[in-house]
């Protein structure tokens, strides 16, 4: 083992001269440099973390050149020693930075906990509460340096009218840093301490039978994929998402049954909803036969991919409504119309359970002891309380009409 002052003029000696191996600096105990048999030198320092008996350990300070010369390598060295001197590994601190950096990114890391959500509604949320209203102001800095501060200003910059809002995003991120310490990635959340965001009055709107009867008729003179979805949103009471993204391997039409998958369900289970009468004739109506495909989106655009345009539909229908020749209609959302199956059920004498076996809804019906022990699945009921609903919404569609309401389609 050669041993010297390690100096550019060493350096060059042994580059020139064609010597391979290991100089040790003769002053500072550990500051080396390697010598390749290609002629490049780098710096490295070997060190301890304990006594004689612990193992040898070797760090790479770097290759020679700029920035590192004999005495900014020497400095370098210097302060790692310091380093291991205070019990702190330069390797392993070396490799937390590059973790930091690249895996432990705030961007990157958010990426791979939304791909690892479950459900595609919970999936859906989380990715774009993190797209629209957290990377615009964490971008990449490392997860285990974000603090309650960081935290705060993503909520200062968000609107105050935003209430529903800030409670998703604020979801969202207690589940991504309560992921991150299951996973070993943080020892503690930087949420920890703060205070939920104040809930939001629950909604409730829902549409009675003259105003559903409007919507129902006006709905096939909007888009071709939203009428259609909002026909089925009414006749079967799912979410917006589960029936814009059906398929038709979901769907059987002998046994009129549509099958949900759990991965597709907000809340991660599975569902079996009959199809009534109406809602047959406007799958009919897509297949154009009762001959239905067999795999395949339901409702795809013209380029084959789901259909999103929410707002424009709603607003195409909000305005053929109100000129329909009735009265005005208050303010109401695509998920009013899941409160009004609820709300129809309930008038027609629609046992409590069925209903939120139909709705999927694990209330108080579907959860403790009653969830564990009570596996009846409903099926027959939930068939007699699909076929009642169907004939009211008829009858709703029926009495509008022969009320002579001016400009019904």
């Not at 390749?36 to 040898?56: D, F, I």
């Not at 209203?133 to 935290?151: C, E, Q």
Request: aromatic letters at 8%.
């Amino acid at each position: 083992m050669a041993t010297g002052k390690i100096t550019k003029r060493t350096l060059d000696a042994l580059q020139s001269g064609g010597v391979t191996g290991f100089l040790w600096d003769d002053d500072l105990k550990g500051f080396g440099a390697k010598i390749g048999s290609s002629g490049s030198a780098s710096y490295v320092l070997q060190y301890r973390m304990g006594g004689r008996e612990a193992k040898t350990r070797r760090h790479t300070i770097g290759r020679h050149g700029s920035p590192w010369t004999p005495a900014t390598a020497r400095a370098e060295a210097e302060r790692l020693l310091l380093l291991v001197g205070q019990g702190v590994d330069p390797v392993e601190a070396d490799k937390q930075r590059r973790r930091e950096a690249v895996d432990l990114a705030f961007s990157n890391y958010a990426d791979r906990f939304g791909s690892s959500c479950k459900g595609s509604g919970w999936k859906t949320l989380v990715q774009r509460s993190l797209r629209l209203h957290v990377k615009p102001v964490l971008r990449d800095k490392p997860l285990p340096t974000i603090t309650r501060a960081d935290i705060v200003s993503i909520f200062d910059r968000m609107p105050e009218e935003q209430q529903a809002n800030r409670r998703n995003v604020f979801a969202v991120l207690r589940r991504l840093f309560k992921w991150a310490i299951s996973r070993g990635d943080l020892p503690a959340s930087p949420m920890e301490g703060m205070e939920t965001p104040a809930a939001v009055k629950a909604r409730e709107r829902w549409l009675n039978d003259e105003e559903l009867a409007r919507v129902w008729i006006a709905a096939p003179q909007c888009h071709r994929c939203f009428g259609p979805i909002v026909r089925l949103l009414i006749a079967t009471g799912q979410r917006r998402e589960e029936v814009g993204r059906i398929s038709w391997d979901e769907l059987d039409r002998d046994d009129r049954m549509w099958r949900l998958p759990g991965n597709r369900a907000k809340n991660g289970e599975p569902n079996s909803v009959p199809l009534n009468d109406l809602a047959v004739a406007e799958l009919d109506a897509i297949a154009r036969g009762d001959k239905w495909p067999k795999r395949g989106r339901v409702f795809a655009t013209s380029t084959g991919h789901i259909f999103t345009a929410y707002s424009k539909g709603a607003a195409k229908l909000d305005k053929l409504v109100s000129e329909d020749g009735g009265d005005p209609v208050p303010h109401w959302r695509l998920h009013d119309l899941r409160r009004t199956l609820a709300t129809g059920f309930q008038r027609l004498g629609v046992r409590f359970e069925v209903t939120e076996a139909v709705l999927n809804h694990v209330g108080a019906s579907r959860s403790g002891v009653a969830g564990i022990y009570q596996r009846h699945d409903w099926k027959d009921e939930k068939r007699e309380a699909m076929k009642a609903w169907n004939d009211h919404i008829v009858s709703a569609v029926l009495a509008l009409r022969s009320k002579g309401v001016p400009r019904l389609a």
